[in-house]
């Protein structure tokens, strides 16, 4: 085994956290029970924040980004796993106050681990990553409200065209709902299209100011932009249905009414996936397994080495990364 690695490490440079690569020993790392080869991770939004700077998402530096592994283990003190075991990981706090995966190796503790589902390969699953497994759980909890049924009135996912929104769409359209997909980018419809989206809505619309009760349109929803777009979608929402929120692209504030609330009886469910149960993850990629078409997710896969991450940081910022991108942390 190696004796050290490199890693896209965060640490504050002049006030500011900001990522940057270095040798890593293996000594350096955490004293937790499973040593993992990572083969994958995944690029999310957050780790476009914490390597670029544009947002503090380490709590303490020096900190290994990456929310996101597959891999195998290659030490064990736990009787939970076994050497040559194939696993993922997704949250617990990667990246942000526990050491994440954008190095060759990393232990972690053996509660945060689940078996490497059996129908993906380990770069299929980073494909699906904590954006896709979010999305599952996000469908998991729109039928679970009960109002959202498949072939009724419009479904609509807010953006559409990144992570989370294109295995929202692809899951969604699987089950038979009518899925409108919001985007910004019309270049997309195309590929939209092609993961089962049936309407569009150009995402400008739905940031402008409107009025607390707005048209009714959407049965149900999953945000991952939050601000302006979440209060209208919300405006828009049929009596009685529901909108899952699960990121804030455009922004935190919600300056919004109770009015959608009170008067429509419309429900905002959050949804954290970093922590969530045990229970919920299996049953998430349960959900992924049985619905997420393989050819929509390689066609919403691009593949990259973990030595371009400067680089595609700046680009899922700047909202130039359509679906999903995996990382080969092998490739440095």
Wanted: net charge neutral; aromatic share 6%; hydrophobic share 40%.
């Amino acid at each position: 085994m190696q004796k050290s690695f490199p890693a896209m490490v965060i640490d504050s440079v002049d006030g500011r956290t900001m990522g940057a690569f270095r040798e890593i020993s293996m000594e350096e790392l955490p004293d937790y029970d499973v040593l993992v080869e990572v083969a994958y991770s995944t690029l999310n939004y957050k780790d476009g924040l914490a390597i670029t700077g544009k947002g503090r998402i380490a709590r303490r530096t020096p900190m290994i980004a990456g929310v996101d592994l597959a891999g195998t283990v290659v030490e064990s003190r736990s009787p939970k796993w076994q050497t040559g075991d194939k696993v993922v990981l997704n949250g617990w706090g990667l990246s942000e106050t526990e050491w994440g995966a954008y190095g060759r190796y990393q232990r972690v503790k053996a509660e945060w681990l689940i078996r490497l589902p059996d129908g993906f390969s380990m770069q299929e699953a980073m494909a699906v990553g904590t954006a896709g497994y979010t999305a599952a759980l996000c469908v998991d909890a729109l039928e679970k409200w009960g109002t959202v049924k498949p072939g009724s009135s419009e479904v609509i996912v807010t953006g559409a065209a990144g992570g989370v929104g294109s295995v929202a769409v692809a899951l969604l359209a699987a089950q038979g709902y009518n899925v409108t997909a919001s985007t910004g980018r019309p270049e997309t419809h195309d590929y939209l299209a092609f993961l089962g989206a049936t309407g569009f809505v150009d995402r400008a619309s739905l940031q402008e100011k409107g009025p607390p009760l707005q048209k009714e349109r959407w049965t149900g929803g999953i945000d991952s932009v939050g601000s302006s777009t979440l209060v209208n979608i919300l405006a828009q929402t049929v009596r009685g249905g529901a909108i899952v929120a699960c990121g804030l692209a455009g922004g935190a504030d919600l300056n919004g009414t109770v009015m959608p609330h009170i008067l429509r009886s419309v429900a905002l469910i959050g949804m954290d996936s970093v922590v969530a149960p045990l229970e919920q993850r299996l049953a998430a990629w349960k959900r992924l397994e049985r619905d997420l078409d393989k050819e929509k997710l390689r066609k919403m896969t691009t593949v990259e080495p973990m030595s371009r991450l400067p680089q595609l940081a700046e680009d899922i910022i700047a909202g130039r990364i359509r679906g999903r991108v995996v990382i080969d942390v092998a490739s440095t």
